[in-house]
């Protein structure tokens, strides 16, 4: 027979309350009366019964993580860091991919409910606030990457970031800066605008498209760009996959970087330091926001009346020969 709970208490001459409390890992209970019952428990190859103490405790040992497009690097790189964070926590991660689609974000949210996860964190679409309007939801809630009403956020400091691109381009000689920006979340909405404020602080004129924050669509915007004759000196893109789009796009023009044209974005992706030129980037500060995700989330949990935190984190200006100073 497979050992109880009520075995571990016998082993550890401890009551059946405390050796609960110490399996809950709830701050009940002293550390030396948690290792003593952590002992006991391993040595008798006692492993808890998850479901009943959900069902006991309402109290998941789940969280949930919804991102909003897993193929992009940099939702790979945060959930990676949220999982090492969770782990160390002993809490499993349920991982969902929202494509970019509101009625996916909704449903996932559902479904969370319905798993009585612990909290969620979430990189919602610009729609998302409307999608779930009213709804109540049991768990704490924290966004990453992009704002949503008066949930706990963490994400770049996208102000900063564009104000350093802006900057660096105009030092070396750029004066027509265009930019791509994503049309479906709020950072990309914050980056642009950003870019529009630091090119106004230059006496420059901006030129900005917003599209779908995806490399085909980039490729196709670009093109069509380049191809209309009134292409920028120099050229913004606010994420890896349409910084990716935007030079396939160049490259198979011909067109030279930067004699033809400058390229420059966000997300210092291993890609953009081994292409020719390697490319100038701001490097997110991706670990630490999803660690700091995780870490506002355990917050939230255990302290539910604490006030909104947004945290912005500073990203790394990487100055590579996709930038160099304009000679003509």
């Keep these: 027979m497979k050992p109880s709970i009520k075995d571990v208490a016998a082993a550890s001459g401890l009551s059946l309350a405390t050796v609960s409390r110490a399996l809950t890992d709830n701050g009940l209970v002293n550390e030396q009366t948690r290792q003593k019952v952590l002992a006991a428990a391993e040595a008798l190859g006692y492993r808890p019964n998850l479901q009943a103490r959900r069902l006991r ?36 991660v349920l991982l ?9 974000e909704a449903m996932y949210l559902r479904l969370m409910q319905e798993e009585q996860v ?14 779930i309007a009213g709804t109540t939801f049991d768990f704490p809630l924290i966004t ?30 750029y004066r027509r800066i265009g930019g791509l920006f ?15 404020s630091a090119m106004h602080r230059h006496g420059l004129t901006p030129d900005a498209r917003r599209l779908v924050p995806t490399m085909d669509a980039a490729q196709q915007l670009v093109g069509d760009w380049l191809d209309a004759g009134d292409a920028p000196e120099a050229l913004i893109a606010s ?36 292409v020719e030129p390697a490319l100038t980037v701001i490097g997110q500060p991706t670990y630490d926001i999803g660690d700091t995700a995780m870490r506002m989330l355990m917050n939230r949990i255990h302290e539910p009346a604490l006030s909104r935190r947004v945290v912005a984190l500073s990203g790394e200006l990487i100055v ?3 930038t160099r100073p304009r000679t003509a």
């Design 320 to 322: 590579r020969d996709s």
């Design 144 to 173: 990453i990457d992009r704002a949503l009403g008066d949930a706990d956020c963490v994400a770049l400091n996208n102000h900063e970031a564009l104000d350093k691109l802006v900057d660096h381009l105009v030092a070396n000689g």
């Design 57 to 92: 405790s309402k109290q998941s040992q789940t969280i949930g993580l919804i991102v909003a497009d897993i193929r992009n690097p940099f939702f790979t790189a945060v959930s990676r860091a949220i999982e090492d964070a969770a782990y160390r926590e002993g809490i499993r």
């Design 118 to 131: 612990g909290g969620v964190i979430f990189s919602p679409t610009l729609s998302a606030g409307a999608a």
């Design 182 to 196: 994503g049309n479906t979340s709020a950072t990309g909405q914050a980056r642009h605008d950003a870019y529009v």
């Design 239 to 274: 994420n890896g996959l349409t910084l990716l789009g935007a030079m396939r796009a160049i490259r198979q023009r011909g067109l030279r970087i930067p004699d033809d044209i400058a390229l420059a974005g966000i997300d210092n992706e291993a890609w953009t330091e081994l």
């Design 96 to 104: 969902c991919n929202s494509d970019e689609d509101p009625a996916k």
